[in-house]
């Protein structure tokens, strides 16, 4: 298994390709060993040849995509705790993308638990905050397609009654301005959510605080929105984990 590594990593320092005799001399391997790992490496796909060449093939590519894609979700993992334990309360992040609204990670402690996912955030994206911000940045095809898919429906007293009546609240909305609901996806609980663009991507970064400490919510947001800023260019890296 180290061996291959090793070949690999060879590999993948030659943009235009190398030889066997070349990747054996550099990796000090026996020339033997090196024609022995490399078909066996050309036939899982983690290498091609081409005219006497050694590449990185597909299989390897998905490899170092992977790897890209973990190392962005924890520099979001560690931007989240960094944020949270500076505020004191539960911090999420939530993309829109291919349709769908995907809460990627969330960041709480024993002291300040996040809100408990008791229906699925995809469906009642209009009684949260996290879904009402997505919803805000898109255009209104988009949006009333999300809507087709997903009708508003009740889900607690508080829940906006129908879909005429979300549009409504969402073309209300200034682009960049928070936004909150108090107890419209759980009750005792009120959110804010603020909304990020980066390109096309629709995203959002948004809290939660019991209710008896609404008064606590947009200071929170905002001062959120302050420790944001500073590192919005770490954020904006990491927005298609």
Known sequence: MQRAMRLLETVARHEHGAP??????ETGLALPTTYHLLRTLVHEGYLRRDQGLFFLGEAAERL?????RQKRRSTVVELLAR???????????????????????????????AVEEWADFRETGHA???GQCLLSQLDE???RDHLDRYPVQPVTPYTVRDNPSLLRR??????????????????????????ITVGDAAATMAISLPVHQADR?????ERLQREMGRLLGSLALSISI
């Open 20 to 25: 066997a005799k070349q990747l054996a001399r």
């Open 64 to 68: 170092s995509g992977s790897g890209a």
């Open 83 to 113: 944020w949270r334990e500076a505020i004191g309360v539960p911090v999420y992040y939530a993309v829109y993308r291919e349709g769908e609204i995907d809460v990627l990670c969330v960041s709480d402690a024993p002291a300040t638990p």
């Open 128 to 130: 949260h905050a996290v």
């Open 141 to 143: 095809e988009a949006r």
């Open 170 to 195: 969402l073309d209300r909305l200034a682009r960049m301005d928070p936004v909150v609901e108090r107890q419209e996806y759980a009750l005792g609980t009120v959110c804010a959510a603020i909304p």
């Open 217 to 221: 919510l947009l200071p929170t947001v």
